[in-house]
């Protein structure tokens, strides 16, 4: 499946983000914006996405990095559920149970990070950053392709606080999306969903 790259900052480049959320039990994120990145070892949610979840990061398993703050860092992993939505973000593309962590001083733009083991060993992945876009096919459809779930229209997320969010409104005749940053104006997705044009 094909979606495009994604420019969240006016300081920053398209990227290969996705629009996905976690699960675990009853309890459900807002959607986040998370960077599908083959350096990092492990996908990484700021610990708020933990106690969404209900999930005490005491009783996770303990795993240290490098990255973000460039000092050793502590994030906690649990089992959860991923969806992702697909590159129009009106149904899901993919959904899965994996293994994320969790970290109390993690920060990045758009919110998260999708590694290696959990996220990227799920798909066979191709980049074509000269073109904007990036192709993934799961190894193994069976356990990641999502039933059909499609948005309401009129279905309305609530932003995480200094989190990039879809706010799912869809202008019917341009079928873009309004999406928002906390404390920011309303911006549209166009085709390489710039977030920083306003509506």
């Given amino acids: 499946m094909r979606f495009p790259y ?4 006016a300081s920053l480049p ?3 983000y996705l629009n996905i959320f976690l699960r675990s039990g009853f309890a459900t994120t807002s959607p986040v914006y ?5 350096g990092a070892d492990y996908s990484i949610f700021p610990a ?3 106690e969404t979840l209900k999930l005490n990061l005491a009783d996770g398993k303990p795993w240290n990095f490098r990255g973000t703050t460039g000092s050793l860092q502590i ?4 089992p959860v559920e991923m969806s992702v939505w697909d590159a129009d973000n009106q149904a899901l593309a993919f959904r899965f149970e994996t293994e ?3 970290c109390d001083d993690f920060k990045f733009p758009g919110g998260a990070l999708l590694g290696q083991a959990g996220f990227l060993s799920h798909f066979k992945s191709t980049f074509e950053q000269p073109e904007n876009f990036f192709d993934l096919e799961p190894y193994d459809p069976s356990s990641v392709v ?3 779930v499609r948005l309401d229209p009129d279905a309305t997320k609530q932003c995480v606080s200094g989190l990039v969010v879809v706010s799912h409104l869809i202008h019917p005749q341009r079928k873009s999306h309004a999406l928002g940053v906390v404390d920011s104006p309303v911006v549209s997705v166009h085709p390489i969903r710039n977030f920083l044009q306003l509506a």
């Fill in 14 to 16: 398209p990227r290969p």
């Fill in 6 to 9: 994604t420019r969240i900052d």
């Fill in 100 to 102: 994320v962590s969790f």
């Fill in 34 to 38: 998370g960077l599908v990145d083959s």
């Fill in 146 to 148: 999502a039933r059909e």
């Fill in 48 to 50: 708020s996405f933990a």
């Fill in 75 to 78: 994030a906690y992993l649990f």
